[in-house]
């Protein structure tokens, strides 16, 4: 069986899992359904893989070989095929555009609805069925040039059309809502689209009351009913979007842009806004006063002192 056959098997039957009513089955429609979008791309990859091994770009391990005339191929080596990254990775150097910030969504919701399932996770399986919807139609036409519904099936394709046309209308209701509420901080309002219900990983959540002060904001999901305080998911929201710049930061040789806040102790002391998004605290010393160095958060029991001149402080005393 071809690779564009398994990726359209596995696309209908995640969308008849997806459509069951056994609660069991929604986990069966999230694996299928994203597996189905990966096999797609692999697909194309194997359509632009050189005549001599059609598989070549699929492969994990590829390494080159010198022929008998001297001259060098490449081949794929093992049976272990790419995995997400490096479909990204391959498909991006060959230009075949693909909204990789939708499909990584998809499969971090994918990865902790696996680990954190629970009956109430039934509406978050759906926002992946309706976030699958434009990357499977988009790639169909302009990668694979494949009209979306015969390639899929009609009674599937209705399925995809009308499961995201609900989630959209729910998304920009949820949306008008939360942009009511004043957020104060620049962070905040970008780490907003990370938000999402504790209970069910849903991102359709909207304000309980638009007159909300923050930080006591009052957030309900619209897909389980669940009530929580945005307090309770702020250093989640924060982490997800600034992990990524601080990883990058820290390995090329700089600071974190975020940091564990010496009041509340979460993770969500942001340099950019020189305070707490959280509990909203400033650092009490932020020069030192005998250099004027700036201070961080491990200076703060140094009575105003940077490291250096507390040194020269506690030396001095000794003496």
């Not at 994918?110 to 399986?125: G, K, M, P, Q, W």
């Not at 340099?271 to 909203?280: G, T």
């Not at 020069?287 to 105003?304: H, P, T």
Request: some cysteine; aromatic content about 8%.
């Amino acid at each position: 069986m071809s690779i564009l056959q398994n990726a359209i098997d596995s696309i209908q039957i995640g969308v008849e899992d997806f459509q069951s009513t056994d609660q069991r089955r929604q986990v069966s429609a999230l694996r299928n359904i994203v597996a189905g979008m990966l096999l797609l791309m692999k697909e194309k990859l194997c359509k632009l893989s050189p005549d001599h091994d059609k598989e070549l770009l699929i492969k994990k391990e590829i390494l080159p070989e010198q022929q008998a005339d001297g001259t060098v191929v490449f081949k794929g080596k093992g049976k272990k095929t790419v995995d997400v990254l490096q479909i990204e990775e391959r498909l991006s150097s060959l230009n075949v555009v693909v909204d990789w910030k939708r499909l990584n969504d998809i499969t971090k919701l994918r990865n902790d609805l696996e680990h954190y399932y629970t009956d109430r996770s039934s509406d978050a399986v759906r926002e992946i069925v309706a976030k699958s919807f434009l990357i499977l139609r988009d790639f169909a036409v302009s990668a694979l040039e494949e009209d979306p519904i015969e390639l899929f099936g009609a009674d599937c394709w209705s399925v995809l059309l009308e499961t995201n046309d609900v989630y959209v209308a729910e998304e920009k209701a949820c949306q008008t809502s939360i942009k009511k509420i004043n957020w104060k901080y620049d962070t905040v309002e970008d780490a907003l689209k990370e938000l999402r219900c504790p209970s069910c990983h849903s991102s359709l959540i909207e304000s309980t009351d638009e007159n909300d002060v923050y930080p006591d904001v009052g957030l309900r999901c619209k897909s389980c009913n669940h009530e929580f305080q945005f307090d309770q998911v702020v250093e989640e929201c924060i982490s997800y979007l600034l992990s990524g710049v601080a990883h990058h930061a820290i390995k090329d040789g700089g600071d974190s842009p975020y940091g564990r806040c010496p009041h509340c102790f979460k993770e969500t002391y942001v340099f950019e806004e020189n305070c707490c998004v959280a509990c909203e605290n400033e650092l009490e010393f932020t020069k030192c006063i005998r250099c004027e160095a700036s201070l961080g958060f491990e200076d703060q029991f140094n009575v105003g002192l940077c490291g250096y001149c507390h040194y020269v402080y506690e030396k001095s005393m000794d003496d």
